[in-house]
């Protein structure tokens, strides 16, 4: 089933604890990006990779590091992590850019820092 | 700098009636306008989406309107069922050009209940 993965779904953590959401996609996509959707603004793009070891920033990125050293894998990692990085996560991925096409998402992770 | 607005943010429609989502944007580089659709729980998943050389663009029950030159579009939703209720995002994208990178804008969201 192609799909879009991450882990884990929930999570609550300290301030200042470093911490990584997984997110992993089976359709051999070049591009996949990170969203947080926050209540009365929408989705909003954290950080995106065009191909591997290709990424750039979105509209949000800071407090957040991302990598792609593989097709399949797009982690989100949050150094030190702070209450205002509360927020449901979304990871997606495209086949290609160029055509514009769908963008599939993964189910979600909602993290809670404390 | 919201780029793609988006409104109404909430909408109530009685079941069989019309749902009408609309938004706005500005930056005429813009190339490819989805709308995703999100259940509680769920991630977004591609509803319909249109490429501004066309007006409109109809599938099953949802019709996207297109208007280049206001820079506007909307979302129908025909016969509006309870199962319908869910979360609407529209959205605009574009490669910037030079640079090689890419931009997916969305809207803010609008929440649809259907009551029966």
């Known amino acids: 089933e192609a799909q879009v993965t991450q882990n884990p779904r929930y999570l609550i953590t300290v301030t200042g604890k470093k911490l990584t959401v997984t997110c992993s996609q089976n359709m051999n996509h070049e591009y996949m990006s990170w969203y947080r959707q926050d209540p009365g603004l929408g989705l909003r793009q954290i950080y995106y990779?065009?191909?591997?070891?290709?990424?750039d920033k979105g509209d949000v990125p800071e407090g957040y590091k991302v990598s792609r050293k593989e097709k399949r894998n797009f982690p989100l990692i949050l150094e030190s992590p702070s209450p205002n990085q509360t927020s449901l996560y979304f990871c997606?991925?495209?086949?290609?850019?160029?055509?514009?096409?769908?963008?599939?998402f993964g189910q979600g992770t909602r993290l809670t820092v404390v | 700098q919201q780029q793609v607005k988006q409104s109404p943010q909430s909408l109530i429609v009685q079941k069989g009636g019309i749902s009408i989502i609309n938004c706005a944007y500005e930056n005429t580089a813009f190339d490819y306008f989805p709308w995703y659709q999100q259940f509680p729980g769920k991630g977004p998943a591609l509803l319909i989406a249109?490429?501004?050389?066309?007006s409109e663009k109809k599938e099953g029950r949802f019709t996207i309107s297109f208007n280049k030159s206001a820079k506007q579009f909307s979302l129908h939703i025909m016969d509006s069922q309870p199962g319908d209720s869910a979360t609407y995002f529209c959205?605009?994208?574009?490669?910037?050009?030079?640079?090689?990178?890419?931009?997916?804008?969305f809207g803010k969201g609008t929440k649809l209940s259907v009551i029966p």
């Open positions: 997606a991925s495209s086949f290609n850019v160029k055509m514009n096409t769908e963008a599939f």
């Open positions: 249109i490429r501004p050389d066309v």
């Open positions: 990779s065009m191909n591997v070891e290709v990424t």
């Open positions: 959205a605009a994208s574009m490669r910037e050009p030079g640079a090689g990178s890419y931009q997916l804008t």
